[in-house]
């Protein structure tokens, strides 16, 4: 276990140097000169010459970006062109919004998906499992904006019941979440159903009801707790979908989170901001990846890595 | 069930023949469709703004007058092209870059192969934001980055294919009678790799058409006033409390034609490549 730990965290660390590389690129790959952006359209020639000295734009690339990393390892990630505040401030609390989001969505996909995804294997061939079937073929075809401008003009407009947009207490994030959830419950069901007819189809499940035991136990004991090692990965990579979807799902609800930020950024061409948001995404998806993988060694003693 | 050819063997799968009846339907309703319906998709007229659905105008009018069923229509043009060359695109760069690295072997695969397990180290919506954000908005632009997305997916599925076929008979008795690089891959891997691959892009033409419209709703896209499906419902976002049909038109089109496309893609999974099945 020790030597694959160490692998995957050097693996883990190559990754994020090279999209630290990649980000540092954007700077350099974006036409047009980026002290001239940086200044501002009305900046006088000298200005902008100052500015790019300042900024050590006029150095070597391997040097800004021998400078770029160094700022980025002590946490300084620049400041926001239209704000003016430290990217790394605004970052913190964006994402602690984008975290509680996302952490809300994967609870409702799961406690959705999993009993959807495992009756429909249980009662495998029925009307109900045909429905699950269908329903989670639809919420894989949703368009997350479209359902998440359906649920405002439905419980906002018309009910009144939930509030549009904003963030300020717990009633804010049921529509968003619910959003946010309706791909991955999608996902989720349909893996669960398949890991679960994997799972019904084992000797050991034979075994079980073979020696009498009532098809409760069989399902939930012997067949559940092995179906649901597999959907760990399937869970973790909902995650890398909920961080891409929910730049949308942000932007519909105008939830402040890093996906809001960063389109915000695209727009204005706030490069600082943008820098950022994708290191921070970037990382936190990286890191999401290993942890998925670890836990899946530990619940599954079939695993073993070297 | 082995004995069946493959096209009725389809036609016995339900779910895929929904899929490619819709899919059918949305390639008709692209390539006659503007043709067919008789108001323009540009022309605003300020006497009918954001009228319900009526008999002159059967979805309605958005917010300038326009009429949403001949915008609807014509978006489906534009959807088409746009992920027919993203997912093409990407099925050439990514299959090609994938058979090629498994095929040659050495360091230009494991290079390539790297390069590819980092694409997959991070979120593709984030890909597709970043290629943006260097290339800048447009509808070209939009196309890459989509391609850029798909690409991953067909270099792996080419790269395990060629990395089978690599060490069977057929293929080393055409290397050693002497036959170029190109022609062993064009004449033996490629027929061989076609199957997975166009099962791939059926699937991606789904994800591909959810990332463009998503981008154009954010703006990041095809830009108004043209009317791409997402970019419409970015516009009739404003107008939702007192006209909801203006949004409910383009999102009903996008979510059926994705649905088509996965249908038919499940469909063609099944039917040609069994072993991929979930």
Redesign the interface.
């Known amino acids: 276990m020790l030597p694959y730990l160490a692998r995957r965290v050097a693996a883990l660390g190559l ?1 994020l140097l ?2 630290s590389v ?1 980000v540092f690129a ?1 700077l350099r ?3 047009g000169d980026p002290a001239a952006l940086i200044a501002g359209v009305d900046a006088r020639p000298e200005e902008v010459e100052r500015l790019r000295v300042a900024l050590g734009l006029d150095q070597p690339a391997y040097v800004q970006y021998g400078r770029y990393l160094g700022r980025v390892i002590t946490g300084d990630l620049g400041r926001s062109l239209r704000s003016q505040q430290p990217v790394a401030t605004d970052l913190a609390t964006r994402f602690e919004a984008s975290l509680l989001l996302a952490s809300v969505s994967l609870a409702v996909a799961l406690a959705v998906g999993l009993p959807a995804g495992v009756t429909a294997a249980v009662w495998r061939g029925t009307a109900w499992d045909s429905a699950m079937t269908t329903i989670s ?2 919420g ?7 359902l998440g ?2 649920l ?2 439905f419980f906002s ?1 018309r009910l009144g019941w939930l509030p549009t947009s904003g963030y300020e207490s717990a009633e804010y994030v049921v529509l968003p979440a619910v959003t946010l959830a309706a791909f991955s419950v999608a996902s989720i069901a ?2 669960a159903r ?1 890991c679960m007819l994997d799972a019904l189809g084992y000797d050991y499940v034979r075994t079980a009801r073979a020696k009498g035991l009532c098809e409760g136990v069989v399902v939930g004991k012997h067949a559940l707790k092995n179906a649901l090692i597999p959907l760990v990965a399937v869970v973790g990579l909902q995650f ?2 909920l ?3 929910s ?2 799902t942000e ?2 609800f105008t939830w402040p989170g890093v996906g809001l930020l ?2 915000d950024a ?2 204005h061409r706030d490069l600082p901001v ?1 820098q950022g948001a ?1 290191l921070l ?2 990382a936190s ?2 890191l999401v ?1 290993l942890l998925v993988d670890l836990l899946y060694a530990t619940l599954d003693p079939r695993i073993r890595l070297t | 069930m082995n004995g069946v050819p493959p096209a009725r063997r389809l036609l016995r799968h339900r779910a895929g023949v929904v899929g490619f009846v819709i899919t059918t339907l949305f390639v008709l309703v692209s390539l006659a469709g503007p043709a067919l319906v008789s108001e323009q998709p540009l022309a605003t007229n300020f006497r009918a703004i954001l009228k319900p659905p009526s008999w002159a105008h059967w979805f309605g009018t958005d917010e300038l007058g326009r009429d949403i069923l001949s915008r609807v229509v014509h978006g489906a043009r534009i959807s088409l092209e746009l992920v027919l060359s993203a997912v093409l695109g990407a099925l050439l760069a990514g299959g090609g870059l994938g058979i090629w690295a498994g095929f040659r072997g050495g360091y230009v695969e494991v290079l390539t192969m790297r390069a590819i397990d980092l694409l997959l180290a991070l979120p593709g919506f984030l890909i597709a934001l970043v290629t943006i954000t260097i290339l800048g908005v447009g509808t070209v632009n939009l196309i890459i980055a989509v391609g850029i997305y798909s690409i991953p997916a067909f270099a792996r599925i080419g790269h395990a294919a060629a990395l089978i076929l690599r060490p069977v008979e057929f293929v080393q008795a055409a290397i050693s009678q002497g036959a170029t690089d190109l022609r062993v891959l064009l004449r033996h891997v490629l027929p061989n790799v076609l199957s997975p691959l166009f099962v791939q892009a059926s699937l991606r033409m789904a994800t591909a058409l959810l990332l463009a419209s998503s981008l154009s709703f954010l703006g990041l896209g095809v830009q108004p006033p043209m009317p791409e499906w997402g970019a419409m419902l970015a516009n009739g976002r404003s107008y939702l409390s007192t006209s909801p049909h203006v949004v409910l038109f383009p999102g009903l089109a996008i979510m059926l034609v994705t649905l088509g496309f996965n249908l038919l893609g499940d469909g063609l999974r099944d039917v040609f490549d069994p072993r991929l099945r979930p």
Do not use: C, H
């Open positions: 990754v090279a999209v990649l954007i790959l974006i036409p073929v639809l894989a075809s949703m368009p997350t904006f479209w401008l359906i405002i003009g407009v349909r893996t398949s890398g979908y961080i891409g979807a730049a949308v932007t519909v960063l389109v695209i727009k943008i994708v995404v970037a998806f990286a990846n």
